[in-house]
Antibody
């Protein structure tokens, strides 16, 4: 059974940093692209970033370019999102998801972790 | 980036109703479109991919159609478990985008 478990969310001040993690199990992690998607409170879904199986390709939504970095550790079956220079508008539930490919639908989702940016 | 526009944003319907949700893309995306269902406090669930392919385990009352720039999600006979928010998502490029969502409410 595919499982994706996010962690690392919490309350952070504007301008601060946070690192999210996603522990994957139930599939061969190194064989799949991975994604982060977020959802602000009461709002819709927004794709944040994708990373290729070997980490050689990464894509980001414009609003986080230069501030967020997606990475992975295939030996640990883990996906990460390093978030710097956080803004109030980054407040959201962040989901780890497994797409079927690099530009693809999202077959599996974690339960999400809440990031709140506030002073 | 490709913009996705869903309509309506809210829909009131009764159990047994046929429900149709529309999603329009700002440029052609061929059939690279997925539909998701999301319930409050839960992660989205994949329903349809490649515009009309039903994900394994999803009830057959859900169907998708369309290509190019206009797509529809149809629920043939609305069930109590179907009251939720539905999102479309294009995957024509690495920059994925979602529609704004359609909330299906009890009439």
């Amino acid at each position: 059974e595919v499982q994706l478990v996010e962690s690392g969310g919490g309350l952070v001040q504007p301008g601060g940093s946070l690192r999210l993690s996603c522990a994957a199990s139930g599939f061969t992690f190194s064989s799949y692209w991975m994604s982060w998607v977020r959802q602000a409170p009461g709002k819709g879904l927004e794709w944040v970033a994708n990373i290729k199986q070997d980490g050689s390709e990464k894509y980001y939504v414009d609003s986080v370019k230069g501030r967020f970095t997606i990475s992975r550790d295939n030996a640990k079956n883990s996906l990460y999102l390093q978030m710097n220079s956080l803004r109030a508008e980054d407040t959201a539930v962040y989901y780890c998801a497994r797409p079927c490919g690099g530009d693809c639908y999202l077959s599996y989702w974690g339960q999400g972790t809440l990031v709140t940016v506030s002073s | 980036d490709i913009q996705m526009t869903q309509s309506p944003s809210t829909l009131s319907a009764s159990v047994g109703d046929r429900v149709t949700i529309t999603c329009r893309a700002s440029q052609s995306i061929s059939s690279w479109l997925a539909w998701y269902q999301q319930k409050p406090g839960k992660a989205p669930k994949l329903l349809i991919y490649k515009a009309s392919s039903l994900e394994s385990g999803v009830p057959s009352r859900f169907s998708g159609s369309g290509s190019g720039t206009e797509f529809t999600l149809t629920i043939s006979s609305l069930q109590p478990d179907d009251f939720a928010t539905y999102y479309c998502q294009q995957y024509n490029s690495y920059s994925l985008t979602f529609g704004g969502g359609t909330k299906v409410e009890i009439k």
